[in-house]
Each structure stands twice: as C-alpha cells, then as structure tokens.
C-alpha cells in the first residue's frame, strides 16, 4: 500500500509507545511502575464531574460552535485576566479538542512549507511532529542542565534566521519542569522586539503547578501580545486530561484562521466537556492547589532520591511533574545481557529489569537524559526509586 508521505515523516511518540508497553507487560502479568505519562493520578474533582451529568441532564448533547460556546470562551477571557492580567475578547478564544490540537491548528495556520520554527531542547515530543506534519524545519537549540534547562537571550538571538517564523516553548516546561521567571521572559522579548516577523506559541498548559509563586506569561509584554498565541486548558490543572479541553489566546486575525482549520477537522469539541470546563474554570481553585502540594511532595521525594543514586544528576524543576536527570554516566556499562550505549537501551533495561517504565531524553531533544514523571502516588514513587537504585547499580 502506498501510503502518503507525511505520514512516512511521522514519529510516533516515544511516550505513548513507553505506555503501550507498560500496558502490555502489566497484560502478562508484570509488576510495572509506569513513570512514563503526563498524566495526574487524581481524579477529576466531584464538582466538575457533577457539572458535566447536569449537562447530559440539560440536553448539551448537539453540535457546538467551532470555537467553543460563548459563556465558556467569556469564562477563559475572565480567566486569563484574573489569573495572568491579560486582555481578551471572547472572539479571540478558540477551544480545542485538546491543547494539542491547540498547538496544531496554530502551526497549521502559520507555518507554509520550508518556514522556520526556533524549539528549544529539551521540548515537548508533539511540537517536533506538528511542524513535520506542517512541512516546516525545526532549528533545534540546546539548553544545558547546568542552566535548568533555560533558553538565553543569546542562544535566540543566533538561532534567528531569515527564514524564521514561529518560536514554541513551554513554561512550566514539559519535560524538565523549567519555570522561565518575568526578567527571564522579558530578556527574551527583547531579542523578539528586534524581529517583528516572528509569532511565539507560549505553551502554559502546566501553568496551575508551579512551586515558585505567580505564572509569567510572555504574552503580558504588550508589544509583543499580538505576535504570542497563549495555549492553555484544563488537562493539567483540573485533572481533566480525558475531557480533551485545550484552548488558544491569540490575535482575532490567528483566532479566526485557526476557526476556519478546526472547522474543516473536528468543528467544536465535546458538548460536555465544554459545561464541565466552564465549571473548572470559573471556580476557586481550592482543589487544584491541593493537587500542586501533592505535587511539590513528590518531587521532592524523588529529587531526594534521585541524589543517593550514584551516576545521576537531576536538575531542580519549579513545576510541571517531571524530572529529567542526565543519565550518561551509565553509557558503555553493563549487566548481564545488557548494554547500556544510549539513553534509549537505559529505558528498555530498567522497564525490563526494575520494572520501571521511563522515557528517554531522545524523544525531548536530549540524549543524555530520561524524563521520569512524579503524576503518581508517594508510595509507588517510594518503590520505584528503591528499584530504580537496585537495577542501577548493578551496571558496572
């Protein structure tokens, strides 16, 4: 069967495919810790669950609007002001079967064929496919661990070519968990000021789990507010992942194009996750500071962990639920059948002989690391490290 080039092009994500083996070894029996998905272990809170059977109840079971309904996209404009003193008109809301659908509909409508996209490494698996589907290039930039993982204002400014269109990053990041500070953000918006041609997507779907204080978004610098496009929605912080609610913030001209591609793919997403989102959103949240402190204990359970293993070095994330150590100290040993040469045969051996499923660092753009992901309980944390230690050391 010939089938079509782009999908040739595509990668499957290196993370579903850790999750799907997770899934099959636990199939046969296996004892499996599955530190691979982004996803909390809460369950969605009981007053947003009681929103959404409301909804079937009030007969939210039609079509909806292509952008969302209108009091939810009034809810995220409110939202954003409260939360981020930003300013939106409801028409500048489009709400998205996903925040990756956000992020699509965004690269689809900005990117042409041969654009540049600047990604900073290590980076989301996804925002490397989208632009492949696009049929863009992605200028990868390193960050170092010494450095958190943060992009500088250098670094920017030599990745900016003629070429350059789109610039994607994530604050709280996915996978290391970096929280870019406002000096930090501004430093950056300096370098864009000087190229008014470049449009910035400000992935903050992480943004209710940060253990430092207030979220910065790069949008709030007005001179640049019209060039950012703001994905955000509610997987992250309400416990909402299978719900599949994501949105953009953006300038009407890219809201009403990103209307226009939605509506020849999807048209508007689920009826009842929309009502259910509208609750999360325009609630306190009581629950999902509950959950940001679930989260900092676990990280720094794992982070104390990680620090009695010989041949790891962590860095220090401020948010997201994940850890991405530097794990090629472990490249060229041995045990057994094994042999480690890549972060890659490090995944498949402590999946196999921990019984610890990791993803690696090859996925995000860094070959040295692993991202291991704390959305799970203490007690199981506890067990994984207490394996992880075992397996490890007995590479020599």
């Keep these: 069967m010939k089938l079509a080039d782009r999908i040739a092009r595509l990668t499957e994500s290196e993370t579903l495919q850790m999750a799907k083996l997770s899934r099959s070894l636990k199939?046969?029996?296996?004892?499996?810790?599955?530190?691979?998905?982004?996803?909390?272990?809460?369950?969605?809170?009981?007053?947003?669950?009681?929103?959404?059977?409301?909804?079937?109840?009030?007969?939210?079971?039609?079509y909806t609007p292509v952008a969302g309904y209108l009091d939810l996209r009034e809810a995220i404009v409110k939202k954003l002001k409260r939360d981020n003193g930003l300013d939106y008109?409801?028409?500048?809301?489009?709400?998205?079967?996903?925040?990756?659908?956000?992020?699509?509909?965004?690269?689809?409508?900005?990117?042409?064929p041969g654009d540049e996209v600047i990604i900073p490494a290590p980076y989301w698996v996804s925002y490397r496919e989208i632009v492949k589907l696009a049929e863009g290039t992605f200028n990868v930039v390193a960050t170092s661990i010494e450095n958190e993982?943060?992009?500088?204002?250098?670094?920017?400014?030599?990745?900016?070519?003629?070429?350059?269109?789109?610039?994607?990053?994530?604050?709280?990041?996915?996978?290391?968990?970096?929280?870019?500070?406002?000096?930090?953000?501004?430093?950056?918006?300096?370098?864009?000021?000087?190229?008014?041609?470049?449009?910035?997507?400000?992935?903050?779907?992480?943004?209710?789990?940060?253990f430092v204080g207030h979220h910065e978004s790069i949008a709030q610098f007005e001179k640049l507010k019209d060039r950012v496009i703001v994905v955000n929605g509610c997987s992250k912080g309400y416990a909402m992942t299978g719900w599949r609610i994501g949105y953009t913030a953006s300038s009407i001209e890219i809201a009403r194009s990103c209307d226009k591609m939605q509506g020849q793919i999807t048209?508007?997403?689920?009826?009842?996750?929309?009502?259910?989102?509208?609750?999360?959103?325009?609630?306190?949240?009581?629950?999902?500071?509950?959950?940001?402190?679930?989260?900092?204990?676990?990280r720094d359970l794992l982070l104390?962990?990680?620090?009695?293993?010989?041949?790891?070095?962590?860095?220090?994330?401020?948010?997201?639920?994940?850890?991405?150590p530097d794990v090629s100290y472990f490249f060229g040993k041995s045990y057994g059948t094994y042999t480690i040469k890549t972060a890659d045969d490090l995944c498949m051996y402590l999946i196999y002989e921990a019984g610890v499923s990791v993803v690696t660092g090859n996925a995000f753009g860094n070959p040295d690391c692993i991202r291991i992901s704390y959305a799970t309980s203490e007690e199981k944390l506890t067990e994984a490290l207490k394996r992880l230690s075992v397996a490890l050391e007995k590479l020599k």
């Design 27 to 62: 199939a046969e029996g296996r004892d499996i810790i599955d530190l691979s998905l982004g996803e909390p272990d809460f369950d969605t809170p009981a007053f947003i669950k009681d929103a959404a059977k409301k909804a079937i109840d009030e007969g939210y079971t039609k």
């Design 304 to 324: 104390a962990g990680l620090k009695n293993i010989k041949g790891i070095r962590s860095n220090n994330p401020e948010g997201a639920f994940y850890v991405f």
């Design 267 to 298: 048209s508007g997403t689920c009826a009842v996750s929309q009502r259910a989102a509208l609750t999360a959103i325009s609630s306190p949240l009581t629950e999902t500071d509950r959950m940001r402190k679930a989260f900092l204990k676990r």
């Design 149 to 210: 993982f943060k992009l500088t204002p250098t670094q920017l400014e030599a990745a900016i070519t003629p070429k350059t269109k789109l610039f994607i990053f994530s604050s709280p990041c996915n996978p290391t968990g970096t929280l870019y500070s406002r000096a930090e953000l501004q430093a950056l918006a300096e370098v864009f000021y000087r190229h008014p041609d470049i449009y910035i997507i400000s992935d903050e779907i992480y943004e209710y789990i940060n």
């Design 89 to 112: 008109t409801p028409e500048q809301i489009v709400v998205s079967t996903g925040a990756k659908q956000s992020i699509a509909n965004v690269v689809m409508v900005l990117v042409n």
